[in-house]
Every structure is written in C-alpha cells, then in structure tokens.
C-alpha cells in the first residue's frame, strides 16, 4: 500500500467528474474523427513556425474523455510523487504502520480525485509526459465541444486552435529529449524540498493563517509561497519560468498558426482570454488555491518573453533556449527579455 491510493483517486475522480455535453454516438464519433484529423493537420504548420519537429514515427494523439483523462494523469502523478514522497519518508526516518498507511491512503487518493475531477472537465488538451511511461498527446473530445459551444466559435477553427497549442507542447519535448528528465527531477526535487519538517508544521499553520487573505486577493500570493523559505521559492520560482516558458511558447506558436489556417483565429483568441477572465467568484476562488491563476499568469508572462526574444534575435535565435537547462530562462529573465538576450547570446 502507497501513501497515496492512486486507485482510490481514481475512482473518486471518475464519480465526482461532472457529465460532458449530451450528444448522440454518431456525432460522439464524427467529433472524434474530427479531433485526430485536426491534431494529424496541427504537425506541419506547428514544425514550420516553431522550427523543430516532432519525429516523423510520433504516435497520433489520444481523443479521450475525462474519465480516460482522469484515470492517465492519476497515473503520471503517481509516477511523478511516489518517489518524491518515499525520499521524504525516507528523509524523516519514520515509516508509518500498516494501518496508519491504508488510512491515509484513502484520505490522500480522495483529495487527489477531487482535484483531477475538477481538472477533468476543464482541460482541452495535453501532452503528458508520463515520468517513468509513454508520453502521449492527449485530447479531451467532451471538453473541446463544450468549451467552442460555450464561446459560440467556429467548432472546426477551434479544434485546430487547441491541436496547434497542444502539438507545440509535443515538438518542445519530442525535439529536446533533455527537457523531460529535466522537469521531471526538478518536480521531485521541489515535492520534497517543500514537505515540511513536523517542528515547522505550526510555525507553517501560523503563517498561513495570518496571510490568508492574501490568497483571496486579485493577483494574490500562490498558497505554496506562503510557507517556503526564500531558498524554496526560489527553487519554485525557476520551475515556474520553465513553465512560463512551456505555456507561453505554445500560445504564440498557435496564434502564429492561426491566420494561415484558422481563419477566425481573431475571435477565437479574444472570446477565450474573456472566458479566462470572466469565471464566476466560486471558480476563481478555487482556482487561487489550486495554483491555477497563476498558471494564468503563466500564458500571458511565458507569451511576452518569447515574444520579447523574437522581436530581438528571431525564432532560431529564440530556440537557443531549446540547447540546456543551463540555457532556460531565469525567473527575471521571464519579465526581461533583453536580459536573457545578453546572457545566452552575449
């Protein structure tokens, strides 16, 4: 029995997630179609305007639905923290009993299906990167045709929208091989370096307490913050470029694409940042405590630094960002593009 009961997770996430829109098993298949056919189309344009390529044998992209989701990403997560919290147990140096285990499994496999419940009616997209697996891009057939239902776009521009930035993620790992392993230890690195110590914990309650309001905030401090040590923020601060850089690079690779391709690429842009925008209090609310307004922020910072290195030494010049970790934009460096610039180009 693990810390985490990853099957548990599974099947809470699979009863809370919400239904996706109704539609008959004619249209159920001809959607799908429609998607792999779209994320089949998304390779080329994307090679062309991001100037690497994903390799020619890439397996196509997974259509899904948000129980196969739910059930892929419980897997990666599992992969991904299992070993960061054997190396925290390991580091306190007292292992839990049986019982204590079983119990606490279940609470943990709980919390993490309520939150890929969540999750699971929300994302569109995604290339998993399955520490310790198969990589595979994934598609999320409901979520797509509620999301252009919603915005009341074009459903086939929106398809090709969504496979133009989920095929960029794709071509940012399949071209650099280094980046996965890269992500994936300094993930791990993080989930144990931010595990607190059982002295710290009221000194951590406190704190939180007292700075509570701040997550409530527009634009507030991410909860994780509120605790970790200058050295740890940090730490949390160059992943976070990294993924500034990950989501920003694929919204301007898509953008880029649309015109030639996606011809209400315009309006598709503009209704979708409203969307972001205009969620209900509750919704936000709960996407500050998940992290997930600052992955907003992440979109629109990652998207001005690649522009910002664009406009000073073009995309080759930008895709020496590509070479190392050595080479990956600094937490600064994400808001001044110039100063990356001189430091790798110099």
Not at 50 to 67: F, G, S
Not at 73 to 80: I, Q, T
Not at 155 to 169: G, I, P, Q
Request: charged letters at 25%.
């Amino acid at each position: 029995m693990g810390y985490v009961d990853w099957e548990f997770a599974k099947s809470t996430g699979r009863t809370l997630v919400p239904a996706g829109p109704v539609v008959s098993p004619a249209q159920a298949r001809a959607e799908v179609e429609a998607i792999r056919a779209a994320a089949r189309a998304a390779r080329q344009p994307v090679a062309e305007t991001a100037r690497m390529h994903t390799p020619a044998d890439a397996p196509d992209a997974l259509v899904v639905d948000r129980a196969t989701w739910i059930t892929v990403n419980a897997d990666s997560m599992s992969a991904l923290l299992d070993p960061a919290v054997d190396a925290i147990v390991g580091k306190r140096g007292v292992t839990p009993g049986a019982t204590a285990q079983a119990i606490g499994g279940k609470v943990t496999g709980a919390e993490a299906g309520a939150l890929l419940a969540f999750m699971a009616s929300k994302v569109l997209g995604q290339y998993d990167i399955a520490p310790g697996g198969t990589p595979a891009l994934l598609l999320v057939a409901p979520n797509l045709v509620a999301t252009a239902r919603e915005l009341g776009v074009d459903a086939a521009d929106f398809r090709a929208w969504v496979c133009m930035h989920e095929e960029t993620h794709r071509v940012q790992f399949t071209a650099n091989p280094w980046l996965r392993d890269h992500l994936v230890t300094q993930a791990r690195r993080l989930a144990v370096d931010l595990a607190p110590d059982s002295e710290r914990i009221q000194e951590i309650v406190s704190r939180v307490t007292e700075r509570l309001p701040e997550v409530f905030s527009e634009g507030g401090t991410g909860i994780t913050e509120l605790f970790a040590t200058p050295e740890q923020r940090e730490q949390l601060a160059r992943v976070t470029a990294v993924m500034s850089l990950l989501e920003g690079h694929a919204d301007v690779v898509m953008d880029d694409v649309g015109p030639a391709h996606i011809p209400t690429v315009a309006d598709i842009r503009s209704r979708f940042t409203d969307r972001r925008r205009g969620s209900g209090a509750p919704d936000r609310l709960l996407r500050r405590l998940l992290g997930l307004e600052a992955k907003m922020r992440q979109y629109r910072d990652g998207a001005a630094f690649v522009r910002g290195v664009q406009e000073q030494v073009g995309v080759d010049g930008f895709n020496a960002v590509w070479t190392s970790p050595e080479t990956l934009p600094l937490p600064q460096e994400i808001a001044d593009p110039a100063a990356w610039v001189r430091r790798v180009h110099a």
